[in-house]
């Protein structure tokens, strides 16, 4: 089966940096998304790797291992405004989604 | 540019009534999607459409029904609805299906309620 993991909650402190992981095991691959979801929102692109490496975006950066199955969402100078979801999500070998529940990231002063 | 819009922003609605959820993007975007989002779980897909005039299945599909007559509308339909279809259901739109890096981008959603 296909399958997404990352952590259900973390916290971390304004200014500080965070990591959230993401393992996945899907019917092929054809890149991995992650994005921001606000409470109550829609949720809107962050970052896509079909590459091994990290892309680095600004405070944000993502990272994929394709023969680990892993990717990392790497988060600089935390603000109280990244409060929010962030799902990963893998697109499999019919370039259909498969998501992951999502990281809920609190962010404390 | 709107981007996409869904309707309603929210509804309460009793068991074995029918509803159609509507869903309306500007982008001139090729593929268009329904997800719907429960706590613990990550989004799945209900229904897709890769181009005007074709849908498909997704993930989670009983229940559910879809037409795509036209590129910028994609309703979604709940024959007979059933307190388990209670979700948020987000409408989502990418500029063309089938390849990779294919940012989706999503309306507000709708949030429904089944009693």
């Known amino acids: 089966g296909q399958n997404i993991d990352q952590p259900t909650e973390m916290t971390a402190t304004e200014g500080a940096i965070v990591q959230i992981n993401c393992t996945y095991q899907t019917s092929g691959f054809n890149g991995l998304f992650w994005y921001q979801q606000h409470a109550g929102e829609a949720p809107t692109f962050l970052s896509y790797?079909?590459l091994d490496g990290l892309e680095e975006k600004g405070r944000f950066s993502s990272f994929l291992s394709r023969s680990k199955g892993y990717s990392y969402l790497l988060l600089k100078e935390l603000q109280m405004k990244d409060s929010a979801s962030y799902l990963c999500?893998?697109?499999?070998?019919?370039?259909?989604?498969?998501w992951g529940a999502g990281t809920k990231l609190i962010i404390k002063p | 540019t709107a981007g996409i819009t869904q309707a309603p922003t929210s509804q309460i609605l009793a068991a074995g009534r029918s509803m159609t959820l509507r869903c309306t993007q500007d982008m001139r975007h090729n593929a268009m999607y329904w997800y719907r989002q429960d706590l613990g779980l990550g989004l799945r897909l209900i229904h897709y459409s890769n181009t005007a005039g074709t849908t498909g299945k997704g993930e989670v599909p009983d229940g559910y029904s879809v037409s795509r007559a036209n590129t910028d509308d994609f309703p979604l339909t709940l024959a007979s609805a059933v307190p388990s279809q209670t979700s948020v259901y987000f409408c989502?739109?990418?500029?063309?299906?089938?390849?990779?890096?294919?940012?989706?981008?999503f309306g507000p959603g709708t949030r429904l309620t089944v009693l």
């Open positions: 989502a739109s990418s500029r063309t299906a089938g390849v990779p890096n294919n940012e989706q981008f």
């Open positions: 790797n079909v």
């Open positions: 999500a893998v697109m499999d070998s019919n370039y259909q989604l498969i």
